[in-house]
């Protein structure tokens, strides 16, 4: 059984900077993709950035609102995957969301995705 354990998330001024960190359990885990969602407040949960897998040359994609500011990585010698967030702005507050899926390809679509951590929380004050 795939398990995946968020941590990292907090309280954080504007222009400050976090970094999350989802530790993975229950398969070969570089073999496939890691990504991370989050979900604000009223809002539906959105892709913020995927890493392929290592066989694919780990290559990374990202939301257009958090290019530049963001960056995801892996390690699979540890099973984690991690995202640091630079330049974080009020609008980045929400749940962030580790998430991985069963399948040879990557996906920018929640509905792809069969495994979720159970979130952290990144709270971002003006």
């Known amino acids: 059984q795939v398990q995946l354990v968020e941590s990292g998330g907090g309280l954080v001024q504007a222009g400050g900077s976090l970094k999350l960190s989802c530790a993975a359990s229950?398969?070969?885990?570089?073999?496939?993709?890691m990504a991370w969602f989050r979900q604000a407040p009223g809002k539906e949960r959105e892709f913020v950035a995927v890493?392929?897998?290592?066989?694919?040359?780990?290559?990374?994609y990202y939301a257009d609102s958090v290019k530049g500011r963001f960056t995801i990585s892996r390690d699979n010698a540890k099973n984690t995957v991690s995202i640091q967030m630079n330049s974080l702005k009020y609008e980045d507050t929400a749940v962030y969301y580790c998430?991985?899926?069963?399948?040879?390809?990557?996906?920018?679509?929640?509905?792809?995705?069969?495994?979720w951590g159970q979130g952290t929380q990144v709270t971002v004050s003006s």
């Open positions: 998430a991985t899926l069963m399948k040879p390809y990557y996906s920018f679509n929640r509905s792809e995705y069969d495994y």
């Open positions: 890493i392929t897998s290592t066989s694919s040359g780990a290559m990374t």
């Open positions: 229950g398969r070969t885990f570089s073999n496939y993709p």
